[in-house]
């Protein structure tokens, strides 16, 4: 405001036939100006004030005090102290046609009160599957009681290494998010997958923990990759049409990026939900960004989460680089799972790590698994919540008791060790290079 007035005093001196014309419009702009703004706003702002706001620039040293996306920052805590005790966790199982009888043996394995479950079954499953699976959930006594399992009825057409798959991830982000406030870490599981501890061992180890450490096994693309997987451009047919079919590469190829860095790594991840509510509200826009240039990259599942954290300054530092499962791979180039089976069970174990994948249907080593590692005779593996009487063969877990109680066995030692070493300097040091 002042500067404006200035500048129009210089002109009146120099020509002084106007200033009777220009201090009679002057005064009645002020009082239009002054009388539409006290009629307008009844906010006890005065002259001062409004001259301040209408300069945007004038707070410039104050930098991020102005900018709307400082108050939508979230502060992290990266020692962890901030929230101590139980932790909760939200699952996504996946399945497709045929595997609703194994994602309702991987849920009970990995059940237990305190969590959040959400399970889909993608659009190959016929509609049949999908109101087994559905039913099975209503079936049963504790998830009705508990009401933390839910069947996405909605389900997508998913392309294997496609972004649909990324979406359909997404979702179920979205659903968890919004069903229930209380979750801190995300993971994601299939059908073919299978826990090596109990959820209490889990829940025990994680309850020291810092809310907002990220296992995210992650690296740069480099070498093959680069040409592989950065320069060709896919579409995913998912995207459009009704009927599953493989990925259409074009003859184009793009140049790499030069305004973020691209990562790769597992796709299976556990993500802590202040992470996935930057990715999902996205006010920050790197998330969609990415989203959108992972459109039409191969494998976008194995990129996209590690390519958002690791180029976010706050988040970055939140990333450790490991995805908790034991993966046997095959011989070079390790592009896909071997099916795991009773000669790996020491190996599995000797990893300490709290899930397995792939185990082909009703493998005998899940049974094993089952015995000597869950412990799991009946529905859930036992846990501290279960406090029925075992008599008679009857499921302690017919009774709850209270759900922050952990009951955690042997083989949660171990898996803390794991943590010990994941979150050592040494490791911490190779975060995002
Ligand atoms: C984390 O711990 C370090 C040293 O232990 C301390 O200097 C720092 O202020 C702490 N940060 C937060 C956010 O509490
Ligand atoms: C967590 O911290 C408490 C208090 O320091 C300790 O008693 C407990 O054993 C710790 N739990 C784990 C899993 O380290
Ligand atoms: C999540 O889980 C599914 C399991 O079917 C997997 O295929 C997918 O790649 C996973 N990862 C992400 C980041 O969506
Ligand atoms: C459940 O157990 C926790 C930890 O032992 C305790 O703090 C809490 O008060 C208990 N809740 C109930 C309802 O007994």
């Known amino acids: 405001m002042r500067k404006y007035v200035n500048h129009h005093s210089a002109r009146v001196i120099g020509d002084r036939n106007w200033v009777i014309p220009f201090i009679t419009s002057f005064i009645i702009f002020i009082t239009l100006y002054f ?3 006290s009629g307008l706003f009844t906010s006890p702002h005065d002259g001062e004030n409004l001259s301040f706001d209408i300069i945007p620039f004038a707070k410039s040293d104050d930098t991020g005090g102005y900018y709307v996306e400082s108050d939508l920052k979230t502060s992290l805590d990266t020692n962890g102290s901030s929230k101590i005790g139980a932790p909760r966790f939200a699952y996504l199982i996946s399945g497709t046609r045929g595997d609703s009888h194994r994602m309702m043996r991987t849920l009970s394995a990995v059940y237990h009160p305190r969590n959040q479950y959400i399970l889909h079954l993608d659009l190959e499953a016929p509609p049949r599957e999908r109101l087994e699976l559905a039913s099975l959930v209503r079936a049963d006594l504790t998830f009705r009681e508990v009401e933390n399992v839910r069947v996405m009825s909605q389900s997508n057409l998913v392309t294997y290494k496609g972004p649909t798959m990324i979406a359909c991830t997404l979702q179920a982000i979205s659903i968890l998010l919004k069903e229930s406030s209380e979750w801190d ?12 501890m109990t959820q209490d061992d889990l829940l025990h180890a994680f309850s020291n923990l810092s809310r907002n450490i990220n296992f995210i096994e992650h690296m740069q693309i480099t070498g093959w990759k680069l040409n592989q997987r950065a320069k060709p451009i896919i579409i995913d047919p998912g995207l459009y049409l009704s009927k599953k079919s493989d990925l259409a590469l074009t003859t184009q190829r793009r140049s790499l990026p030069t305004s973020f860095k691209l990562f790769t790594g597992s796709a299976w991840v556990m993500l802590t939900r202040s992470f996935l509510e930057y990715c999902i509200w996205g006010w920050d826009n790197l998330p969609r960004t990415i989203l959108m240039y992972y459109t039409n990259f191969v494998s976008s599942p194995e990129g996209y989460f590690h390519t958002v954290i690791c180029n976010n300054e706050e988040y970055r530092h939140t990333a450790i680089s490991h995805d908790l499962h034991y993966i046997a791979w095959d011989r070079p180039p390790k592009q896909h ?13 000797k990893s300490n790590a709290p899930f397995a994948r792939k185990f082909a249907k009703d493998d005998p080593v899940l049974d094993k698994i089952d015995k000597e590692l869950l412990g799991r005779t009946s529905r859930f593996a036992p846990g501290g919540w279960c406090i029925g009487s075992p008599e008679g063969g009857a499921d302690p877990c017919s009774v709850r008791g209270n759900d922050s109680v952990f009951k955690p066995g042997p083989v949660s030692e171990r898996f803390q060790e794991l943590l010990r070493t994941l979150l050592s300097e040494d490791f911490q040091r190779k975060q995002c290079t």
Not at 185 to 196: G, K, R, V
Not at 337 to 344: N, T, V, Y
């Open 35 to 37: 009388s539409a703004i």
């Open 337 to 349: 799972p071997i099916s795991l089976s009773m000669k790996d069970f020491d190996k599995m174990v």
């Open 185 to 196: 870490w995300f993971i994601n599981l299939s059908a073919s997958d299978y826990p090596l």
